[in-house]
């Protein structure tokens, strides 16, 4: 039973580039929640998809966007790519009728030249 | 907003002693409250929570205690084992299913053989 995979591991880009990041839930969860992990903090939410639409969202600029897709896997987008962009983004499932927790995937080390 | 608070970036312990993380928020609308452990390069993994209506649960070596008219809660690990070292965050919610949580800067725990 594989747990939440996120790709890829680690990204380099430069400023002003857009980049997609991808997840595949847990198996058996419908839901998707993206974090943002800047160096010494804790994650910090960004949105949440469920049945193939955001169903709520943090405090991100409109720069950060996202997709669910009919199999449940999700992407986050991040266009126009700034210094402080530079994070672990981490994608967490759950199912949404259960009162579960989520469970994460290891992340994505994005780095913003 | 740092609506959960992590004060201490760090404790020590010797094996076998006790090791408490604690915790504090100011939002009085949660309600449920998680801590989760993670080692690096891998995701936050999830420990144990409490919900507003207990003071105390319960996981073998893990003991979570709310105290919700002080708005602070904490984490009992005992006895204290090596591959306990990790970084631990705090994390809390409206309702057990909200996506939106808000997490800690995290405790970084060593714990030494």
């Known amino acids: 039973d594989a747990g939440v995979t996120q790709s890829p591991t680690h990204l380099i880009k430069t400023r002003g580039q857009q980049v997609t990041l991808r997840c595949s839930p847990k198996?058996?969860?419908?839901?998707v929640s993206w974090y943002q992990q800047a160096l010494g903090q804790g994650p910090q939410f960004i949105f949440q998809?469920?049945?193939?639409?955001?169903?709520q969202r943090g405090n991100f600029p409109d720069r950060f966007s996202g997709h669910q897709f009919p199999n449940y896997s999700s992407e986050l987008n991040v266009n126009a790519l700034l210094l402080g962009d530079s994070a672990l983004y981490l994608c967490?499932?759950?199912?949404?009728?259960?009162?579960?927790?989520?469970?994460f995937g290891d992340g994505t080390r994005l780095s913003i030249l | 907003d740092q609506q959960v608070k992590q004060n201490s970036p760090s404790l020590s312990v010797q094996e076998g002693r006790i090791s408490i993380l604690n915790c504090d928020y100011t939002?009085?609308?949660?309600?449920?409250f998680l801590w989760y452990k993670k080692y690096p390069a891998e995701g936050p993994t999830f420990l144990i929570s409490?919900?507003?209506?207990?003071d105390k649960n319960e996981d073998g070596r893990f003991t979570v205690f709310l105290n919700k008219s002080a708005k602070h809660l904490s984490l009992h690990i005992v006895p204290s084992q090596p591959g306990d070292s990790a970084v631990y965050f705090c994390?809390?919610?409206?309702?057990?299913?909200?996506?939106?949580?808000?997490f800690g800067a995290g405790t970084r725990l060593t714990v030494k053989p």
């Open positions: 994390a809390a919610s409206e309702r057990p299913n909200n996506n939106d949580m808000r």
């Open positions: 409490i919900s507003s209506i207990k």
């Open positions: 967490a499932s759950s199912r949404r009728q259960t009162n579960q927790p989520q469970h």
């Open positions: 198996s058996g969860h419908d839901t």
């Open positions: 998809y469920y049945e193939e639409e955001e169903r």
């Open positions: 939002n009085s609308m949660f309600d449920y």
